[in-house]
């Protein structure tokens, strides 16, 4: 499976202040994903980051709010944009291994909101 | 977009004994169907996959199988011990789905010695 690494592993933030979570695999993957999991709960999809163009989101995920970035194959960087409590989560960046179609995840990175 | 929903949340065996979890999809143009095991604080792990051309698959201990008609799937876990004690998640999704995959709510197994 690709090596995948997020910075920061956990983060403790103000209300209303900003945080950008990144994403290095150690090879080139055409599709990477932003999950987020609540505490106690499944995994979410944010958005699919597309290289050289805008992410693409789910429902109830907006650019604004989760702005993304790729721009290579092997890294990507999600912001939570004016954070609340509400935002409090882990989020996990994920790939797709192109030749099987598995998806593995990174460690994730745990957000507390004050 | 798919939904996918996953029972029992929670599962409580003797080791030894065997455990199945259940997940149902309602988008038939998914064709591919990982679960995942999730400890306590650490990713989840891919565990074993099923694709939409096969019905049934093996890998010791574990198995998986998929009724594609009924849109249904399933985990099996035999001979369970202790450390099969986790939070295991089914999802579907795939190529026909643009690669996405959405996740089933969970089930935290919990297996007594």
């Known amino acids: 499976s690709a090596v995948i690494s997020q910075k920061p592993s956990r983060d403790i933030c103000q209300r209303g202040t900003s945080l950008t979570i990144q994403c290095q695999v150690d090879?080139?993957?055409?599709?990477m994903f932003w999950y987020r999991q609540q505490p106690g709960q499944s995994l979410t999809l944010i958005a699919t980051a597309n290289q050289g163009s805008e992410a693409t989101y789910e429902s109830g995920f907006v650019i604004d709010k989760f702005p993304i970035s790729r721009p290579n194959l092997t890294f990507s960087t999600l912001t939570v944009s004016n954070m609340s409590p509400e935002d409090s989560s882990i989020y996990l960046c994920?790939?797709?291994?192109?030749?099987?179609?598995?998806?593995?995840f990174g460690e994730g990175s745990r957000l507390t909101v004050l | 977009g798919e939904n996918v929903e996953q029972h029992p949340s929670t599962l409580s065996v003797q080791e030894g004994d065997s455990a199945v979890i259940k997940c149902t999809y309602s988008d038939s143009a998914s064709n591919y169907f990982p679960w995942y095991k999730q400890e306590l604080g650490k990713r989840p792990q891919l565990i074993i996959d099923i694709r939409s051309n096969v019905g049934e698959k093996k890998d010791q201990r574990i198995a998986v199988t998929l009724n594609k008609t009924a849109k249904h799937f399933s985990l099996h876990i035999t001979e369970t011990q202790p450390e099969d004690s986790a939070v295991y998640f089914c999802?579907?999704?795939?190529?026909?789905?643009?690669?996405?995959?959405?996740f089933g709510s969970g089930t935290k197994l919990n297996v007594k010695p």
């Open positions: 999802a579907g999704g795939g190529t026909y789905n643009f690669n996405k995959f959405y």
């Open positions: 090879s080139q993957v055409t599709m």
């Open positions: 994920s790939v797709l291994r192109t030749l099987t179609g598995e998806l593995f």
